[in-house]
């Protein structure tokens, strides 16, 4: 395994880290192989952005029966609301989730990112308010050794990347995302066609990753896979399948980019990506893919970030549009999604059609039409 240096944290990490969002759910004995497995293999750096306790719990304990081998990067603001994920800036809610987050690591975390700023508006308010001066503290108090921030909009990374308590980012990288202009407007950020002559990096992205590398702000990257579209020849924007090999090397060629945290959901998928360690550099190549003409970008397309949340109804959105694109796939619904699908209890036919979670979605996902569709799909 190689390892970077983060910028100025001097923390080295392993190129290839945990992104472990996808791993398998609350499962103490699966989780416990699975980072077991990553930190023989030398990964050291893990991301936890996901509120719900019970999951937490089970990452903590895995991570903390080694726990001088890991750096865990801890998010202020994803908070377990009513039984779901919420982002919020609330501070009776922030200080509580974080609190119960940092129990799970044994007290300290490494990495303490301010989750998730999209717009420069929030980036603002955030640093000139409560929320900073909590963040401060907990840096003060030895709780947490370094300042972060995740965003997928390039203009925020880049004032965040100029603002002197961030000391790195995570930010979504991959080449399809690259070629998108920066915007705050999330419905320009992921059209459905590519702008003519938009034909490589985007102008503001190429920018930000210079800055850094200037600033020593790092980034570990997030989305390196797109949600696994970029393993589709059908689905990718390049209309030709990549490798992970391909995707993790054309983001650890990003200035500034110390790790990709990789979703691993089992022994299989880590050693997948790890392959890329032992890879010579015909395999690492991705030229030939970017050189495709772009057809697409991902607008309308779920990549189960669950981003959208929380739901009026209490769906849990990302769940549901995973079943109904497995279920798409087929021509027959397969047993066994229908029979996952209606173990949810809650389901697309609870959705009340409020579009309150649609403006969360970077990606501009009809949910609330594809929530009636999936109804209709399952009957329930
Ligand atoms: S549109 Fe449906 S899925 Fe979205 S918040 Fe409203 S009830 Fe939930
Ligand atoms: S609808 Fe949008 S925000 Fe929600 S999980 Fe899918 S891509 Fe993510």
Not at 123 to 147: C, L, N, Q, S, T
Request: aromatic content about 10%.
């Amino acid at each position: 395994m190689n390892y970077r240096r983060l910028g100025e944290t001097g923390l080295m990490v392993s190129e290839i880290g945990f992104g472990a969002e996808w791993m398998p759910g609350d499962d103490q004995e699966m989780v416990s192989e699975l980072v077991g497995f990553a930190m023989e293999k030398g990964v050291n750096i893990v991301d936890c952005w996901m509120a719900d306790p019970a999951v937490r719990k089970v990452l903590g304990n895995a991570v903390c029966a080694h726990r001088d081998k890991w750096i865990v990067q801890g998010h202020f603001g994803a908070t377990w609301q009513n039984g779901q994920y919420t982002r919020t800036r609330d501070m009776d809610a922030v200080i509580p989730a974080w609190e119960e987050l940092l129990s799970c690591f044994g007290g300290h975390i490494e990495l303490g990112l301010i989750h998730f700023v999209d717009s420069l508006a929030e980036f603002d308010g955030i640093m000139a308010g409560p929320f900073i001066e909590y963040v401060r503290a907990e840096k003060g108090a030895g709780r947490i050794d370094h300042i972060g921030i995740s965003t997928h909009n390039p203009e925020v990374a880049l004032r965040a990347a100029e603002t002197p308590d961030i000391e790195m980012i995570m930010f979504s990288i991959n080449p399809a995302f690259d070629m998108l202009p920066a915007s705050e407007e999330l419905d320009d950020l992921f059209k459905e066609e590519y702008q003519p002559g938009l034909e490589s990096m985007d102008p503001q992205r190429k920018r930000l990753y210079a800055l850094c590398e200037e600033n020593g702000v790092g980034i570990t990257v997030m989305k390196p896979f797109a949600g696994g579209r970029l393993f589709s020849a059908e689905k990718s924007p390049f209309g030709v399948a990549m490798t992970p090999v391909q995707a993790v090397h054309y983001c650890l060629t990003r200035p500034a980019v110390a790790s990709v945290l990789a979703g691993f959901r089992d022994v299989g998928e880590c050693a997948g990506c790890l392959a890329y360690e032992g890879a010579g550099d015909e395999e690492k190549d991705y030229a030939s893919i970017l050189a495709g003409a772009p057809q697409h970008a991902y607008f309308g397309n779920c990549i189960y970030c669950g981003h959208c949340q929380p739901c009026t109804a209490g769906i849990d959105i990302a769940t549901v549009n995973k079943y109904y694109d497995l279920a798409q796939m087929q021509d027959e619904v397969p047993a066994s999604v229908r029979d996952h699908y209606l173990a949810l209890e809650v389901r697309a036919g609870d959705c009340t059609g409020c579009a309150a979670c649609e403006p969360n979605c970077p990606f501009g996902v009809p949910i609330a039409e594809r929530m009636a569709e999936a109804a209709a799909l399952f009957g329930a």
